[in-house]
């Protein structure tokens, strides 16, 4: 598995990175067989969060991997806090003892990596600052970064908190490239044009933050796939015709397409389908042409001006 650098830290992660959110609807032994199936493609960094399966999952994922130190070594773990029911929540309070959850679920020591996950409109950024200080002193998380956020909202944080930020989870995929396509409908009359997130894209690669995509698959917010879906006959061949070209299947794709961009993305993948995730991970060996990456892109209804 090719690797990049998360963000401007100096942690080495494999390009595409295991979502952990549906483990739950796995047997103990479909788990088990799922995860020694990721490490045996490389695939060692595991993504979590507090609220997946109301912890559940990542109490069956530690089983699952049957976490020891040594084991623990050979891995990176990734979660995320902040959704409460009905409501976000940035407080130090709750961060602290959602970290203290988390490694007790995990069953470990650390967290390489802690994101926060939806935007908390009530965020008070000194208490974020005093929070991860006292998490990274006493040695329960290593690495900090966002999900789903704005420029803006992660300067306001950068404001207080000293940690750098690496990396930012954001909804990105074929059909669901706003990100990508109002940077190329710059100043032009029509709905592509208009800026949805304050230019996270540029942003993320001018302050060495790693956008981790999530849904990679998915059309609208969670509508469906669009690999498949006659809603998207002209995507399907155009991916399809690339599929055929590299011996590779059209999950693999879709997911070099992310791959081919420049600012060093890695996909959450959150299939526990083992074939799917072995597709995915081949798309680390697959280096789209400029024009591949285009006709998909075109082929999704995006329009070049």
Not at 44 to 65: L, P, R, S, V, W
Not at 66 to 74: D, G, I, K, S
Not at 164 to 187: D, E, F, K
Not at 288 to 295: D, G, N, S
């Amino acid at each position: 598995m090719r690797t990049i650098q998360l963000g401007s830290s100096q942690l080495e992660v494999p390009v595409v990175a295991v979502g952990c959110m549906r483990i739950n609807s796995l047997s103990k032994p479909e788990a088990e067989r799922f995860v020694q199936a990721a490490l045996e493609e490389g695939a060692n960094f595991f993504d979590h969060a507090d609220i997946y399966g109301g912890g559940t999952c990542e109490e069956i994922f530690a089983e699952a991997i049957h976490m020891t130190p040594a084991v623990r070594e050979q891995i990176i773990l990734q979660s995320k806090c902040g959704i409460r029911s009905g409501m976000f929540d940035f407080s130090k309070e709750h961060i602290l003892a959602s970290v203290d959850g988390i490694l007790k679920r995990l069953n470990t020591e650390y967290l390489d990596v802690l994101l926060l996950h939806r935007p908390d409109a009530l965020v008070e950024p000194e208490e974020v600052a005093e929070a991860f200080d006292q998490l990274e002193r006493a040695g329960k998380v290593r690495h900090f970064g966002v999900s789903n956020q704005n420029p803006m909202q992660i300067e306001l944080l950068k404001r207080y908190v000293k940690q750098p930020l690496i990396a930012n989870q954001l909804q990105l995929s074929i059909t669901n490239a706003n990100m990508i396509s109002n940077g190329i409908n710059v100043n032009m009359e029509n709905n592509a044009a208009i800026g949805r997130d304050g230019s996270i894209l540029d942003y993320s690669r001018l302050h060495d933050m790693t956008i981790q995509p999530w849904s990679p698959f998915q059309y609208g917010f969670f509508e469906g796939v669009f690999l498949g879906s006659d809603k998207f006959p002209e995507l399907n061949q155009a991916i399809d015709t690339v599929a055929t070209k590299y011996g590779v299947s059209n999950t693999t794709i879709a997911i070099a397409w992310l791959l081919r961009h420049p600012a060093k993305m890695q996909p959450v993948i959150g299939s526990m389908n083992i074939d799917r995730l072995k597709d995915c991970c081949k798309a680390s060996e697959i280096y789209l042409t400029r024009e591949e990456w285009y006709a998909i892109y075109r082929a999704a209804g995006n329009k070049l001006p």
